[in-house]
């Protein structure tokens, strides 16, 4: 035992302020196995209650069980090592146990630098550990983000603990203590250098590629800034960090050259080649084939000389060998006839140089029958392709004589219902005699044209998006809704990057209103369209509108979308890159079930979609729907409403109105919400470009509590109930997100662009039933930063309503 928490929460070391037990341990009474192997290289507190069993001096005065143990939180306590401070280029030191604590702190020469966050890596030859230190995540109250502190020993004297089995050092009340240092010391590490530092070169649009040339601009763009003269010799080490990553070109050839040299490298290089030598050698095949052919020919054509000139040989010696036969018989039967010894000989030299000739020829013909035999397969292959082909080409003429059948049976179709349409209008004019009707006045439609104000070439899209937020918040100042900047961003990033955006919570909390003025702040004008859901919609026609076969006409809804699409279809036609942005504003979102009336607009939230509205109109077939027109809808949380499925709150973005604004300008119900201020909007392709992330990457602090969150709410456990899939969908978003909101909210909280996106694309899917998934809840409320307090407060608001509704939780959504 090190150290022990007091009632009053002061952490002090064992038998300092009063005796605890002499021997400083304490006794497990059941569960010690799983509790040596849950903690065996980590420092745990234990809850210790006095034992029951026979007193003796040596003996534990206090005991505990494995289940009244836990893990230490925050920094309760941290085990100090006295070595020489590392420097900060290294940033690293060597033990041979692991710390038992999350954190550590370095002793030497009479101070205690730390705290630190650290990884740890086991060195394969010395099974040493090597730990690689950084400054903790959180900041303590007197210690900036990427510093350390530095404290003199002797105000720590009280608060250290050694204990005399272990010989390990601890010093407890961490937050405390430093609350007195002497000094801080900035102790980035080169990998937070690079990313916090290297992201804003990747998002900087003037920095298109990575040279001597780029360094230099780098260079010269920080070194006027505030952040260089606080923080010099932070950049001195990014810009040298950047001057090696420009070497590495060179320094990579070298490598690969001499690795190539080797029989290693050789080897991996051939393998290499052999499992892509159908890719890299397609060509080469192909002109083999095609010299095989010909050689194929070239040899066929010399077979057949060959044999013919064999043929001739093998005729010319039976011709002789009969002759020679019928001399022989002539001389042994008639002495008349004679032949001379010099005549004999020249007739058998003959023959024997015949004979040679024939067994030079046969050899020769049986080398060209055995590379025949080769070519024989080859041509058989080709015979086969040939086969496969003229099978392909019958398929083809099958393919080709059914779908002549599908035209034919499709034209009787349409010459069957222009039949019936031409009926049904010799009929309508009987029809409107006898119900009276009157032929509809045509309306003129509504003038969805806005001027939209032009970018200068050399402003960048953040100063553009920049600009609109401050437009936009100045705009709300104006009409009396006064909010903040982080508010504003919040909102146009989310609806710039979902296709749905809802605002969420209770009647009178101004969700209509903001949405109408925000309109007017981007100065939209009638390219806003705001659609008051009725109760009973059950599919498009109600807000869409429907194809009347019998008057040959299209009715559109009375809501005005038909001809907002239509006018927007027209802008895509022409392609007029001008055109603003455009937004319908469906009040009452949830009053009937979107699913159903909204259906054809729900598919739109993918990005593989063809954002096409079928209308049903044989004279205008479909709509093309452009990307820069978004969905706004207000939606109430009590029971007059349809709750929201899991298919649409995975599609859409929860923006939270519970907290009611108490500074919203009471004079704004006398001020026109509608009143044109002379705001001209940037175009939509503008609007959406400018919030469109550069990349999904994230820093590792927030990537680590992205899915920290994700895998709380993954975890099949049964003791946590039903789990929360977080689908790839959302988490795209969230990045997204983030990485357009994080850097200008990044003044505020690191974690605020985080808190955001999870309050409004995660909290939202909590839906579950049970004490079991409350303890989910509560560990998800356990895991999230002290910082994120949006999410804070939604978590506890849900835990606490579903404490109260028998273990019964949501989002009320």
Known sequence: MYFEILNNGEIVPINKESLFCETEQVFVTSGYSELREKYSSSLFAATCVPTNFEKKEGNCQYITRANFCEEIKGLLACQVYDLPFPDVNEAAIILTEKPVTKTILIQNDSYIYGPFDYIDEIDPATNQHILHLKPISTPLNKIQQFHIGKIGIQ??????????????????????????????????????????????????????????G??????????????????????????????????????????????????????????????????????????????????????????????????????????????????????GQISTITITAEEKNKIEQKLSSRRKELDTLTAEVKVLEEKHSRFKKIEDLKNEIDDLERERDRYRDRKRQMEEQVEDVAKKLRESNEVLTSRLVQLKPDVDALCGLKPKAVFSSLDYNVITREISATE???????????????????????????????????????????????????????????????????????????????????????????????????????DLIRHLHYEMKEKIESAAPAIVLLDEFNLSQPEHYFSPFLEMADPESKRIILTGNPEEQHFQVPTYLRFLGTINQDESVQSLTPRLLDRAAIINFDDFEQDYDLSVV??????????????????????????????????????????????????????????????????????????????????????????????????????????????????????MERSHKLLRRIISTGNQNMFCYGANI
């Open 460 to 562: 960048s899209d953040e100063d553009t998006r920049e600009n609109l937020i401050n437009s936009v918040l100045d705009a709300l100042n104006n009409r009396g809704r006064k909010t903040d900047y982080y508010t504003v961003a919040n909102i146009l990033t989310t609806i710039a990057q979902c296709q749905f955006t809802l605002f969420s919570g209770l009647p009178g909390t101004g969700k209509t209103s903001l949405a109408k003025i925000l309109a007017a702040s981007l100065g939209l004008q009638n390219r806003l369209l705001n659609i008051p859901v009725a109760r009973g919609w059950t599919s498009s026609r109600d807000v869409l509108g429907f194809y009347n076969a019998l008057s040959q006409s299209f009715i559109p809804s009375a809501t005005g979308l038909f």
């Open 670 to 787: 006398k001020s026109d919400t509608h009143k044109d201020l002379s705001i001209s909007p940037i175009t939509g392709n503008k609007f959406i470009d400018i919030f469109l992330p550069r990349s999904l990457e994230m820093t590792p602090d927030i990537e680590r509590i992205l899915q920290l969150i994700i895998e709380t709410l993954r975890d099949d456990n049964p003791e946590f109930g039903t789990p929360v899939i977080v689908s790839y969908r959302k988490i795209k978003a969230i990045r997204s997100y983030h990485n357009v909101a994080g850097p200008m909210m990044y003044i505020e909280s690191k974690y605020k662009a985080l808190d955001y996106a999870v309050v409004q694309h995660i909290l939202p899917l909590l839906n579950g039933y049970g004490q079991n998934f409350g303890n989910r809840l509560n560990t998800l409320l356990d895991n999230l930063p002290d910082e």
């Open 155 to 212: 105000k720590c004297i009280a608060y250290l603990s050694q204990n005399n089995h272990s010989h390990m050092t601890f010093l407890c009340n961490i937050k405390r203590i430093f609350e007195n240092i002497d000094d801080t010391i900035d102790y980035i590490t080169n990998d937070q250098i690079i990313s916090t530092y290297g992201n804003r070169i990747a998002q900087n649009s003037e920095i298109r590629s990575f040279n001597k």
């Open 214 to 331: 780029t360094i230099a601009q780098i260079r010269k763009c920080y070194t006027s800034s505030q952040e260089f003269r606080t923080f010099p010799e932070r950049f001195n080490r990014l810009f040298q960090s950047l001057e090696m990553a420009e070497s590495w070109d060179n320094t990579r050839k070298d490598l690969m050259d001499s690795f190539l040299s080797i029989d290693k490298g050789k080897e991996i290089l051939k393998k290499y080649i052999d499992e892509n030598k159908e890719k890299y050698f397609r060509e080469e095949k192909q002109s083999f084939l095609k010299k095989l052919q010909e050689d194929k020919l070239n040899q066929q054509q010399t077979f057949n000389e060959l044999v013919n000139k064999k043929e001739q040989v093998e005729a010319d010696i039976r011709k002789m060998l009969r002759a020679r036969e019928l001399f022989l018989f002539n001389g």
